[in-house]
């Protein structure tokens, strides 16, 4: 399932911190990331400019960008004005992230119009869906790409640089899918993802990441162990392993190591010191997956699981092929063996036919689940998915009604997250140290396993490590705390 909450999607449609996935996940780099090298004598021959919309998929995939055209002399600049390459990677999965991508480009493309010489790209999942007509769309703009280009983008790239107009939108071979091995060289910090597969084989009927990422391919579990290997080389603590529907892992290809077998092997890693993993579909979550919970302390304390609706009828209509039944009976397995799991979810409120009691049943999931925060949306119509029909037959539920039980969630949502920090206060709990508090000057943040961000005054010489403190404060998305010495 989804591993393509909103890494930059406006914060109306979450009561996360910050915005979708990205927030439960090590800090996404948004726009920009990575200086130019410090005291380089002259300027590099190229420059390249990222903008990353979506999901942590496209922050990963930026990643695979950055490292391949690195080995073509391209370095990441932070200043859009000054590159020589401008690459935005887009999101589809609402027509907001559609919009916002838009906006991006409309100063670029003044720019080319000006006579600039820069060569602009679109990639990521609108690139897919839309192809051609984007650049029917945007005269100024060079080259369209899906995520299946990002194994190719120096040759894209070099094309575009050429002069050509650079389309490509084919969906490679599942067989031979070529995953990007090369590390991103802005993966310095104390956490960082690692793609164990791409695409999706179910067809949630709201959903259009099977059209822009197409069919599911696991990537080879010794690829994925050497890439963990070379990240904790470099320092990386806590390893979130992402994919549509990570649970389906290996189960097509014979010999391969399923999901549980690959967080052991992860586990068995030196150097790994948590593992956090994106996104499992509730239908598929195993037992041997909720074993890993008893035997690895290595697997954090925290579990993003979309269940997207609380409703059986809404469940049915979103073939999603699991019950509310099911969906706490798979919480309850998880908390057997892991008593202190925090849950997390996704929502859609407004899927067509939703009626008022569709809607108080989801309401009433979120006690019945815990969730401790979750990341919850309008549904918004996509292009060329199954659901455009139930709106065909009517079943449209009004904007209004839509944006009022948004509402009602996300306030129910935040009571229930601050009273989720609140419980923490007076204990002692371990931290892993990731870097300065974006607000204080001498104040050091890190997550509990359980994902609670705590702020606590403290140096930079503790990033990477896990500390103990002890919070004095909890807000709604964030504690604070204080150092135990000791
Ligand atoms: N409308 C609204 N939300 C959607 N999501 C996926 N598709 C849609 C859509 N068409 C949400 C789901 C998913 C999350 C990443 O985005 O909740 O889990
Ligand atoms: Fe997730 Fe369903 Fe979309 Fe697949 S089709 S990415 S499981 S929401």
Redesign the pocket.
Known sequence: ??????ASDPPT?TVLSGD??AAIHPPARESVSGPSPEGAATPPARRVWFQTFG?QMNVYDTGKMRAQLAADGYVETTDPDEADLVLFNTCS??EKAVDKMDGALGPFRKDKRRGRDVVLGIAGCVAQQEGQALLDKYPEVDMVFGPDGVPHVRRLVARAAQGHRVLDTDLLDLDTYPFVSDLDPADQGVGAFVTIQKGCDNR?T????PTTRGDEASRPSDQILDEVRGLTARGVREITLIGQNVNSYGLKVAGERTFAQLLYAVADIQGVERIRYT?SHPRDMGDDVIQAYRDLPQLTSHLHL?V?SGSNHVLRRMKRFYTRERYLAVVEALRDARPDLALTT???VG?PGETDEDFAETMSLMEAAGFVAS????????PG?P?LKLIDRGDEVPAAVASARLTAWQTAQRTRSAAWARSYEGSVVDILVEGPSRHDDGVICGRTSSHLMVNVPGSLDLVGRTIPVRVTRGFTHSARGERVVG
Do not use: E
């Open positions: 399932m989804s591993a393509h909450g909103p449609s979708g996935a999901c999965i609402r949630c709201f959903c259009i990441v996104t979309p997207q996704d929502i859609i899927f990341f919850s949306f309008k549904y918004s119509p996509r998915t659901a």
